[in-house]
C-alpha cells in the first residue's frame, strides 16, 4: 500500500476543513498514482455523543496501526464542562502514539500576508523558522499535587526524553544544505532541568550533527525577541513542553491568521537518521497532523471556515510521514499563489478571517485549481 491514514475530522469545522483537504489528497494520489489507504473514525464531542467517551480503545489501536493521523479539530460548547471533556480524546492520542515532537512552521509563506501580521511589516517580513515543543513530557506531566494550600508540578526530563527530541530538530535542520540553524530555548540560569537539557543537547549536537552549530536561546528573552526582532531565529527552534506551549502560541500570532497555520506532531526525527524510532511502514516517521486553530463553533455549519490551516497540514503529512517532498511543496505554493495579491501573480482568494469573500469550498477550489496546475 502507498500508506494507511486515518482521519479524524471531530467537530464543528473539523470536518467542514477536513474535507477539503481530503480533495487536495485525492488530486495528490491521482497525478502521482500513488495509493492512500483511508479510514475516517471519531474522536471528541462526537465520540463522546456516540460512545460516551472522548476516543475509544478501538481509535487509540487504530492510532497505533497507520502511518498517519490526519486530525481535523475537536470540541465545543455544547459539551460544556463534564469529564471527560471532548479535547481530552487528542490528549490520550498524543500519550499512546508518542508524538513528542510537536512542529509550527512559522513563515510569511506569501507576500500578502504580511500585512495580516499584527507586528510592523518591515520587523517580520523574511521570517522563517520552524518552532518544535516537546510535547509528551515536563510540567504538564508527570505526578501532580493539589492539596487546598499548596499545589505542585514537577518539571522532569529525562535523557531519552531531551535526546529524541534535540534529535528531531538537528534531523530537520540536516534536510536543508546548508543545514539550518537550530537554537535550543531554556532557562538554564534558573531552571536545573533545563541544564540537563541545554547539556544533554550539546552533547547530541556534537555527536551526530557536528556540521551544527548549535545555539542556546533564553526563553524569557526569546518571548521579548519574537516581537522585536524574529528573523534573528531563522532556522530550528526546540524547547520544553512549557516554554514551547507558550512560545509556539506567541510565534503563531507574529502572523496574525489562526486559519493558516498547520502543525505536525511527530513520533520520530525525519528523513534519514540513524535512529529507527517512530519509522512507519512507509519509509516516513509516524505523525498525527492537524490545524493550530480550534473547532471554530461561532463560525461552524456556515461554509465559511479557511480551509488552509488544514491543507498546509496535509502538506506536512506528505513530506514527514510520506517522503512526498515536492508534492508538499507544490501545496505550499498553491496555497501561496491563491493568497498572494494580484499585482504578485496571485488569484488573491481569502476567506472571511482574513479580510475576504471566498467560502470555504472556493478557498479549497481554488487551491486545488492551482495544485492540478502545479
Ligand atoms: P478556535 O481556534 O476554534 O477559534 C478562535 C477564533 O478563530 C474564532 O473566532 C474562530 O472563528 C476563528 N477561527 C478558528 N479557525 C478558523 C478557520 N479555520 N477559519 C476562520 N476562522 C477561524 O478557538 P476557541 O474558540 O478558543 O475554541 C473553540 C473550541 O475548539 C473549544 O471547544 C476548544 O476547546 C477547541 N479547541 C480544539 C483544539 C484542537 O482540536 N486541537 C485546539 C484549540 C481549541
Ligand atoms: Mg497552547
Known amino acids: 500500500s502507498g500508506g494507511k491514514i486515518l482521519v479524524l475530522p471531530g467537530d464543528h469545522v473539523g470536518p467542514e476543513v477536513v474535507t477539503e483537504a481530503i480533495k487536495v489528497l485525492?488530486?495528490?494520489?491521482?497525478?502521482?498514482?500513488?495509493?492512500?489507504?483511508?479510514?475516517?473514525?471519531?474522536?471528541?464531542?462526537?465520540?463522546?455523543?456516540?460512545?460516551?467517551?472522548?476516543?475509544?480503545?478501538?481509535?487509540?489501536?487504530?492510532?497505533?496501526?497507520?502511518?498517519?493521523?490526519?486530525?481535523?479539530?475537536?470540541?465545543?460548547?455544547?459539551?460544556?464542562?463534564?469529564?471527560?471533556?471532548?479535547?481530552?480524546?487528542?490528549?490520550?492520542?498524543?500519550?499512546?502514539?508518542?508524538?513528542?515532537?510537536?512542529?509550527?512552521?512559522?513563515?510569511?509563506?506569501?507576500?500578502?500576508?504580511?500585512?495580516?501580521?499584527p507586528i510592523k511589516t518591515e520587523v517580520v517580513k523574511g521570517v522563517d523558522f520552524m518552532f518544535i515543543r516537546e510535547n509528551c513530557g515536563g510540567a504538564y506531566y508527570g505526578k501532580k499535587i493539589e492539596e487546598a494550600d499548596y499545589g505542585c508540578d514537577p518539571w522532569e526530563y529525562s535523557r531519552p526524553e531531551i535526546e529524541r527530541v534535540v534529535r528531531v530538530a538537528g534531523a530537520l535542520a540536516m534536510q536543508h544544505d546548508p543545514p539550518l540553524q537550530v537554537y535550543s530555548v531554556d532557562k538554564a540560569n534558573v531552571l536545573a532541568n533545563s541544564r540537563v537539557w541545554r547539556r544533554i543537547a550539546t552533547e547530541v549536537f556534537e555527536k551526530e550533527f557536528p556540521k551544527i552549530q548549535l545555539k542556546h536561546q533564553l526563553a524569557d528573552s526569546l518571548a521579548l525577541l519574537f516581537i522585536t526582532k524574529p528573523t534573528a531565529f531563522n532556522g530550528v527552534l526546540v524547547s520544553d513542553n512549557t516554554f514551547g506551549d507558550i512560545l509556539s502560541d506567541e510565534s503563531g500570532g507574529l502572523t496574525g491568521s489562526l486559519g493558516l497555520l498547520p502543525s505536525a506532531s511527530l513520533a520520530g526525527p525525519p528523513g534519514n537518521v540513524d535512529s529507527k524510532l517512530g519509522r512507519n511502514s512507509v519509509g516516513g516517521v509516524v505523525g498525527l497532523y492537524e490545524p493550530v486553530h480550534g473547532s471554530a463553533p461561532d463560525i461552524?455549519?456556515?461554509?465559511?471556515?479557511?480551509?488552509?490551516?488544514?491543507?498546509?497540514?496535509?502538506?506536512?503529512?506528505?513530506?514527514?510521514?510520506?517522503?512526498?517532498?515536492?508534492?508538499?511543496?507544490?501545496?505550499?505554493?498553491?496555497?501561496?499563489?491563491?493568497?498572494?495579491?494580484r499585482e504578485d501573480g496571485g488569484l488573491e482568494i481569502r476567506t472571511g478571517d482574513l479580510g475576504g469573500k471566498a467560502g470555504t469550498v472556493e478557498m479549497s477550489e481554488a487551491i486545488q485549481g492551482e495544485v492540478r496546475r502545479l
Not at 471556515?305 to 506536512?316: D, E, F, R, V, W
Request: hydrophobic share 40%.
Open 26 to 117: 485525492n488530486i495528490i494520489a491521482e497525478e502521482t498514482g500513488r495509493k492512500f489507504e483511508l479510514e475516517v473514525d471519531l474522536c471528541g464531542g462526537c465520540s463522546l455523543d456516540k460512545h460516551g467517551d472522548s476516543v475509544t480503545e478501538e481509535v487509540l489501536q487504530k492510532c497505533l496501526n497507520v502511518d498517519a493521523v490526519f486530525f481535523g479539530s475537536a470540541g465545543g460548547p455544547e459539551w460544556g464542562t463534564a469529564q471527560p471533556n471532548p479535547e481530552s480524546g487528542l490528549l490520550r492520542i498524543r500519550d499512546r502514539m508518542q508524538i513528542f515532537a510537536n512542529l509550527r512552521p512559522c513563515k510569511f509563506a506569501s507576500k500578502a500576508l504580511l500585512a495580516y501580521s
Open 300 to 341: 461552524s455549519g456556515k461554509g465559511l471556515a479557511n480551509p488552509t490551516g488544514q491543507i498546509l497540514s496535509l502538506a506536512m503529512m506528505l513530506r514527514y510521514s510520506f517522503n512526498m517532498h515536492r508534492e508538499a511543496n507544490i501545496i505550499e505554493k498553491a496555497v501561496e499563489r491563491c493568497l498572494d495579491t
